[in-house]
C-alpha cells in the first residue's frame, strides 16, 4: 500500500472538491495511492459527464494501480464516487485475504504428502541367486506381497535332483496301430486295371457339313 497524502494535500483537494460554479471540471476523489480523479460536463445540458484519473507525477504507466472501485466509477457502471472509509475497508480486507492464504499454504505444505520421497520409499528387493547356505531362493518385494496369502513352498536342492531324472528321461513310443489290408478281390484294384472309360479316346478331324441351297 502507498503513503497516503498528507494533511496539505487532502485540505487542498477538499477545496477542488467544491462544486463551485466557474469551475469547468471538479475534484471527485483520491484514492490511497495518490491518484486523483476528476470530471466535467461535456455540453451544458448532458446528463453524463467526463471523467478520468491524473497519477502521481513522476509514476510510469506500468506502475500505477487503479482500485476496482474507481475503475466502476471511471467506466460509468458506479454513479457515486467511492468514499476514503470505503477504500480503506477494501484494502483491510485484501490484506487478510492474502494473510489467510499464507497461512493455508502453511499448512498444506506441513502435510505428509501423499506420494513418498525418494528417500521414504521401501526398497525393492532385486532378484538374485540362490543362497548357498541354505538352499533357498530369494524373493523379491512383489513376490513377497502376493505370497501373503499362500505362504510359497521351499525349493530344495534335494527336489531339483530328484525332479531332474524324471524330466530328462527319453519318452516312450507309442505302438503303432497294424494297418488293414485290402483283400485280393478287391473292387477297387479291378477298376484299377481296367482303367478309365476315356482313356482310350481320341479326337477326329473335324469335316464340316455341306451348306443347304
Known sequence: M?????????????WKMLPLPWRRRTLAGFDLEGNTYWEWKIAK??????????????AYNSDVHVPP??????????????TMEEQQAEAMRQERIKLLAAQADARWAAKPSA?????KQQPVQML?????STGIRQMN???ETRDKAEPPKAVTEEAIREEAPQTDAAPTLKTRM???TEPKDSPW???????????????????PAPARK
Open 69 to 82: 472501485q474507481w475503475a466502476q466509477w471511471l467506466r460509468q457502471t458506479r454513479a457515486e464516487a467511492p
Open 178 to 180: 497294424p494297418m488293414q
Open 128 to 132: 538374485e541367486s540362490r543362497d548357498p
Open 141 to 143: 518385494a512383489d513376490q
Open 2 to 14: 502507498a503513503r497516503q497524502p498528507g494533511l496539505v494535500k487532502r485540505l487542498w483537494w477538499s
Open 189 to 207: 484294384k479291378k477298376a484299377a486295371a481296367k482303367g478309365n472309360p476315356g482313356d482310350e479316346w481320341q479326337p477326329s478331324s473335324w469335316s
Open 115 to 119: 506420494v513418498d520421497a525418494p528417500d
Open 45 to 58: 445540458h448532458a446528463r453524463r459527464t467526463r471523467r478520468i484519473v491524473e497519477y502521481p507525477g513522476g
